[in-house]
């Protein structure tokens, strides 16, 4: 079952931050962020692990509430190179040793100067 | 360089005939997955190996066979039962299933079927 991320999309100015959300209604044991740029394949941000963990990629961070089954990403001091559609993909364990991740609709960020 | 390939980048198709979507990696990755990716809808698994010679079918099989016989390559067919086969297919590897371990993508092939 696909995580639900939300905002659909938001525009924000050079410097400006923003919230995105990921909202599962599975228990989760991690969560996976992705940025695809226009025409490009996704490219890695980070991962969360179950536990309620925060981390960080340059000025972009998350948190991950396993509790409410949720993650959220925040974008800091936004830049240009931040424009993109973001990705969470959920992860729970189905069977041993068994894991596949659930992607969302995406989050389309588009950040201008 | 270590990356994944995808052949070829546009692929066009009559409807009724089969298509074998390339899949390549030279990473070492165990694991190997196939997703499709359509307007607004995020990316749906279609098909993943742990192992060679074994794999799963994901979210959206039907329609799709893979085969896994050797650790570097994880071909994708699309089959004429596919009922809407347009739309972008991205194949992806990771050092093994499941978590701590990143999805590293290909460019992905575009195909249409008319």
């Known amino acids: 079952q696909q995580p639900v991320q939300s905002p659909q999309a938001v525009i924000l100015r050079e410097g400006e931050d923003a919230v995105i959300n990921c909202s599962s209604s599975?228990?989760?044991?991690?969560v996976h962020w992705y940025r695809q740029k226009h025409g490009e394949a996704p490219v890695f941000l980070m991962i969360?692990?179950?536990?309620?963990e925060q981390k960080g990629h340059e000025k972009i961070s998350a948190s991950f509430n396993e509790k409410k089954q949720q993650s959220s990403l925040y974008l800091t001091a936004s830049q240009l190179s931040y424009s993109g559609t973001y990705f969470c993909?959920?992860?729970?364990?189905?069977?041993?040793?068994?894991?596949?991740?659930?992607f969302g609709a995406g989050t389309t960020v588009t950040v201008r100067a | 360089d270590g990356g994944i390939t995808q052949s070829p980048k546009y692929l066009f198709r009559k409807e009724g005939q089969n298509v074998t979507l390339s899949c390549e990696q030279n990473?070492?990755?165990?694991?190997m997955y196939w997703y499709r990716q359509d307007p607004g809808q995020g990316l749906r698994l279609i098909y993943y190996?742990?192992?060679?010679?074994?794999?799963q079918k994901g979210d959206i099989a039907e329609g799709y066979s893979v085969s896994r016989e050797k650790k570097e390559s994880f071909p994708l067919t699309v089959t004429s039962a596919q009922k809407n086969p347009t739309a972008f297919y991205l194949c992806?590897?990771?050092?093994?299933?499941?978590?701590?371990?990143?999805?590293?993508f290909g460019p992905g092939t575009r195909l249409t079927v008319t």
């Open positions: 993909g959920t992860e729970k364990k189905e069977g041993y040793n068994d894991y596949k991740l659930s």
């Open positions: 190996s742990q192992i060679v010679n074994d794999f």
């Open positions: 599975k228990a989760l044991y991690s």
């Open positions: 990473l070492n990755h165990d694991a």
């Open positions: 969360l692990l179950k536990g309620g």
């Open positions: 992806a590897s990771s050092i093994s299933g499941g978590s701590p371990y990143e999805q590293y």
